[in-house]
């Protein structure tokens, strides 16, 4: 399967003009590009514009939903809501949610529907700081045990992992996630759905790495074995979203 590259934008940009102006830049960096499949998950409200783009280019996600199809839940948007509109992926469990207060719990009900809806989770997990000790393994451990509670096995494949450390998510960092310390967590991931699942499962399933990606350290999370990347600044500036692209293509 070929390399999967994830736009995050967050709750940007500021209007569906900026929004369209945007997407087109990044339709032209990309026109040339083979091989990658590239998602852009946005704000809902802007879900409308892309939906009838006929791009075979670009496919499209959202960063959030609500598990239930329909119904008295104000506020709330639903997956045949997204689905209506061409979504294909959903960001799930993104740090800046769990800040919001949802929880591995609420999380699970999200991918279990999101499944069920045939869309893809892209289900995000990372630890906040690493300790010699390690205890960072088994928080993350927890995180996935617990977010994919009643996943039935013929399902986990259609699962992206995207392991995001808090502590290089922004570019505030001190340091920014090296190759290795992605490696090192994606071979953990794998344990832990073998564990939970059997070998095969785990060697299939894909990881994705996000924090602070960029044009120039983009491809070492590819050599250091990355299926993907899930990018939020730099995905919203087109030039440098096309150059991490081709630098992994
Ligand atoms: P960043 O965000 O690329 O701006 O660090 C990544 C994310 O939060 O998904």
Redesign the pocket.
Known sequence: MGKIIIA?W?MNPKSIKEARGILKETLKEIKQTKGIEVVICLPFPFLSIVNGLKSKKITFGAQNIFPEPKGAFTGEVSLPMIQSLGAKYV?LG???RRKLGETNKIINKKVLATLKAKLTPIL?IGESKRDEDGFYLAFLKHQLIECLTHVPRTQIKNIII?Y?PLW????KARHIATEDEFTEIQIFIKKVISDLYDIKIASSIRVAY????HPLNADNFILGGADGL??????LKPKKFGKIIRSIE
């Open positions: 995050n967050k960001i993104h740090s800046e995000c995207a995001e290089a998510i922004g570019g996000g924090g602070s990606v899930l990018i939020g600044r730099d995905s």
